[in-house]
């Protein structure tokens, strides 16, 4: 919300109040020069401060009242006004007395708005304070989507403006603000790629998943649930007033001295709305390193040869989780140069990369993949790298574009390397189409690595080649939380395509024939990495067959 005035005052009034303390105010003040936001919003934002009392300061300082919003009047002046300008200019109408039309704006002193709004009513304008997110969340209620649509259907239907109002309140209540800033917090700490916070009938669960496996945390007060997943609904802008329908949206926030971007969805259950949040750590672009990965050395350098090519295309399979992405930004990070244009289209958009166009996908407007794609090319790139190919249509123009001077990056979900050509042609894509584009195949896995801490040697075990290697354990320890294990790291099988591969593919030879040809021609499966990584030390025998088990 914008907040007016100078900031050194605001801040010695709060504490003149005894609403926060000095150091309080000295670390929001270290904040507000990395965010570079309003000092009473990013107090708000820390749980140092509720919205209510600092817009009762605000108004006091302005001589600006507070403003109660109800449905708007219904003036013929008033029936014009652009939802979108609305929004845009953070206000809504909220009464008209027959002199004065009085409007909630998020910044009061927005004089250019006051007077547009004037010159396109006629009428005398009066401004009054009220929250942004109480603005937005008006404005949706009773000009948007659920507003036209909220008498078809009584069951799971928004919430009332009294139910609105006190959702308000408790997520900004500095006690909620701080137990979701400390979730978020604890969940960095601990390497979570996911929070998820689930309502079930007789408990509030909270979980992190951290290296791939959910572990549950310490529950919040069933009663706090409405409070919190209105905070983080809030903090996402999404709806509140809507729980009928899943949503989508994202949080920036800056914790424990790291910038960190949360990806949020929301969906209705039975006891209420459950919320995913992918955490995204924008400072740790260092761990987009090809070499981090767990590449040995000679399909390092395999990945260095493919990831330079000029043209072609270059393909990533394995399930959801198998960390496809990770090694496709890795790629990207090594050749973002200025000597090259990459353009990304992805859905979403998982980690923002400078020096990189990227696109998010979006059905409802008929940007798809494939559309997408199309116009890319015409933006004269050297790097082009798809999120996943799911159709032919896709798979034709990324090919062409392959064809035509481009290098592509792009995903399948296939089980292993040869399936990969399989599965295109499936699609209706044309052999000598695949053979003349694709340059390679990584199929991939995440298993975790033993804990460095608490590292055991354990009994040797056979392979599923008959030999016998030594393996090794994590014995539990504090680092590792008693898991024995801590981060992961991948698991790869690496198909080139030579002339005999692209023979077999040419005579429709089966994943079989080529999983033959392309072992023969050096190809390690996923399975044999994986032990030798159990022979290096790196993970257990149970991770491996665990992510390999349908070989």
């Known amino acids: 919300m914008p907040i007016v005035g100078?900031?050194?005052?605001?801040?010695?009034?709060?504490?003149?109040?005894?609403?926060?303390?000095?150091?309080d105010l000295e670390r929001a003040l270290e904040l507000q020069s990395e965010r570079n936001d309003r000092i009473g919003k990013i107090m708000v934002d820390m749980g140092l401060i509720a919205q209510r009392d600092l817009l009762a300061i605000i108004s006091e300082q302005l001589d600006i009242p507070l403003s109660q919003i109800g449905e708007p009047p219904a003036l013929p002046e008033t029936e014009g006004l652009a939802t979108d300008f609305m929004r845009e200019s953070r206000f809504i109408p909220v009464s008209f007395d027959g002199a004065s039309l009085r409007i909630a704006m998020a910044d009061p002193l927005d004089f250019e708005t006051v007077n547009a709004v004037r010159s396109f009513t006629g009428l005398n304008v009066v401004p009054e304070l009220a929250g942004e997110q109480e603005v937005l969340d008006a404005i949706d209620r009773y000009f948007g989507e659920s507003h036209r649509h909220a008498g078809d259907d009584d069951f799971g239907a928004g919430e009332g403006s009294e139910d609105l109002e006190q959702l308000r309140d408790m997520a900004s209540e500095a006690p909620v603000i701080r137990l979701v800033n400390a979730t978020i917090a604890q969940a960095i700490e601990k390497r979570a790629s996911d929070i998820h916070i689930e309502p079930f009938e007789k408990e509030f669960r909270i979980r992190f998943r951290v290296d791939g496996v959910l572990f549950n945390q310490d529950s919040p007060p069933r009663e706090m649930k409405a409070a919190i997943i209105s905070r983080l609904k809030l903090m996402a802008r999404l709806n509140i007033a809507e729980r009928r329908l899943p949503q989508d949206g994202r949080i920036k926030i800056k914790i424990l001295g790291r910038e960190v971007d949360l990806r949020v969805s929301t969906l209705p259950?039975?006891?209420?709305?459950?919320?995913?949040?992918?955490?995204?750590?924008?400072?740790?672009?260092?761990?987009?390193?090809?070499?981090?990965?767990?590449?040995?050395?000679?399909?390092?350098?395999?990945?260095?040869?493919?990831?330079?090519?000029?043209?072609?295309?270059?393909?990533?399979?394995?399930?959801?989780?198998?960390?496809?992405?990770?090694?496709?930004?890795?790629?990207?990070?090594r050749i973002n140069t200025s000597e090259r244009k990459i353009i990304t289209i992805e859905d979403p958009?998982?980690?923002?990369?400078?020096?990189?166009?990227?696109?998010?996908?979006?059905?409802?407007?008929?940007?798809?993949?494939?559309?997408?794609?199309?116009?890319?090319?015409?933006?004269?790139?050297?790097?082009?790298?798809?999120?996943e190919i799911r159709d032919r249509e896709t798979a034709d123009v990324a090919i062409r574009a392959a064809l035509t001077g481009h290098f592509v990056f792009s995903t399948l979900h296939t089980n292993d390397a040869p399936s990969a050509i399989t599965r295109l042609t499936d699609m209706g894509v044309e052999n000598y189409l695949i053979t003349s584009s694709?340059?390679?195949?990584?199929a991939q896995r995440l298993v975790r690595q033993i804990c460095r801490g608490c590292i055991a040697p354990s009994s040797p075990e056979y392979t599923p080649f008959g030999n016998k290697v030594e393996t090794f354990r994590g014995v539990g320890c504090a680092t590792c939380s008693g898991t024995g294990y801590r981060g992961r790291v991948g698991i790869f099988e690496l198909m080139e395509l030579n002339e005999e591969i692209r023979r077999m593919i040419m005579a429709n030879e089966d994943a079989g024939r080529l999983t033959a040809a392309a072992r023969k021609n050096g190809m390690r499966q996923l399975r044999e990495d994986g032990w030798d990584k159990i022979a290096a030390g790196v993970t257990t025998p149970e991770e491996v067959l665990r992510v390999t088990q349908e070989f």
Do not use: C, W
């Not at 100078?6 to 150091?23: S, V």
């Not at 993949?369 to 999120?387: N, W, Y």
């Open 6 to 23: 100078a900031a050194p005052r605001l801040g010695e009034i709060l504490i003149a109040r005894k609403l926060i303390e000095q150091e």
């Open 269 to 333: 259950t039975l006891y209420g709305e459950s919320v995913v949040m992918r955490l995204l750590d924008r400072s740790a672009g260092d761990f987009y390193d090809l070499r981090s990965l767990g590449f040995d050395d000679q399909m390092l350098n395999r990945m260095e040869h493919f990831t330079s090519m000029p043209h072609g295309i270059f393909l990533v399979t394995g399930p959801t989780g198998s960390g496809k992405s990770t090694t496709l930004y890795s790629a990207l990070k």
């Open 349 to 387: 958009v998982e980690y923002q990369m400078d020096g990189i166009n990227q696109i998010h996908v979006n059905p409802q407007i008929g940007l798809s993949f494939a559309s997408g794609l199309r116009h890319i090319v015409r933006q004269d790139p050297d790097v082009i790298m798809v999120g």
């Open 438 to 442: 694709v340059v390679a195949v990584l």
